[in-house]
């Protein structure tokens, strides 16, 4: 099996390294952190894509520097649901989630500041890659909890079967690599 998979997204060729998932399936790993110009290129697109927002809403992790460079170009603020409670918050609520590229559930929190400032707005929810769609069922149950209302599900690629989605704006499909007999 070839170890990169080639990626064009938003004008740009990315080689992405290919990363053993299970005994049957194989992922392209595809990483924003680092990479400015894919970052930048990336907002630019997807921002021409959404409909009108109040606010961005990401998870913490690889969607981060995406959602901070959308909204340093439109001007709106981003929010981010955090991975575990930090001192800082005052009454975070959780919501669990399990995706395909973590080993284990996890649950996201909102800090009530944070909740108090959705309430209300229109909320575009947006990360690096949809894949089983366990994070975004997430972040939309923060939304709602805190009684925003979601106008847009975003990601630079939907993997596997997401890119079959109705309900997602996303840059380019990302496809599942299934693994070949025999493969170490």
Same mark, same amino acid.
Request: charged share 25%; proline share 4%.
């Given at each position: 099996?070839?170890?990169?998979?080639?990626?064009?997204?938003?004008?740009?060729?990315? #080689?992405?390294?290919?990363?053993?998932?299970?005994?049957?399936?194989?992922?392209?790993?595809?990483?924003?952190?680092? !990479?400015?110009?894919?970052?930048i290129a990336?907002?630019?697109? =997807?921002?021409?894509?959404?409909?009108?927002? !109040?606010?961005?809403?990401?998870?913490?992790?690889?969607?981060?520097? =995406?959602?901070?460079?959308?909204?340093?170009?439109?001007?709106?603020?981003?929010? =981010?649901?955090?991975?575990?409670?930090?001192?800082?918050?005052?009454?975070?609520?959780?919501?669990?989630?399990?995706?395909?590229?973590?080993?284990?559930?996890?649950?996201?929190?909102?800090?009530?500041?944070?909740?108090?400032?959705?309430?209300?707005?229109?909320?575009?929810v947006v990360?690096?890659?949809?894949?089983?769609?366990?994070?975004?069922?997430?972040? !939309?149950?923060?939304?709602?909890?805190?009684?925003?209302?979601?106008?847009?599900?975003?990601?630079?690629?939907? #993997?596997?079967?997401?890119?079959?989605?109705? !309900?997602?704006?996303?840059?380019?499909?990302?496809?599942?690599?299934?693994? #070949?007999?025999?493969?170490?």
């Amino acid at each position: 099996m070839n170890q990169y998979y080639t990626l064009q997204v938003a004008g740009l060729t990315r #080689e992405l390294p290919i990363c053993k998932l299970n005994d049957s399936l194989s992922i392209a790993g595809f990483v924003m952190f680092s !990479d400015v110009e894919l970052t930048i290129a990336c907002a630019t697109e =997807l921002l021409k894509k959404l409909p009108e927002f !109040d606010v961005l809403l990401t998870a913490e992790s690889k969607g981060i520097p =995406l959602a901070y460079e959308m909204s340093r170009q439109c001007g709106k603020k981003y929010v =981010l649901a955090r991975k575990s409670i930090k001192l800082y918050m005052r009454d975070p609520v959780g919501v669990s989630v399990k995706s395909i590229t973590t080993a284990k559930e996890q649950t996201l929190y909102l800090d009530a500041v944070d909740a108090e400032y959705l309430k209300g707005k229109r909320v575009a929810v947006v990360d690096d890659v949809i894949s089983t769609g366990e994070s975004l069922n997430a972040l !939309d149950a923060l939304v709602k909890h805190a009684g925003g209302k979601i106008v847009a599900q975003a990601a630079v690629l939907a #993997e596997g079967d997401a890119a079959d989605r109705k !309900d997602i704006i996303f840059l380019e499909p990302l496809p599942l690599i299934p693994n #070949e007999e025999g493969e170490a």
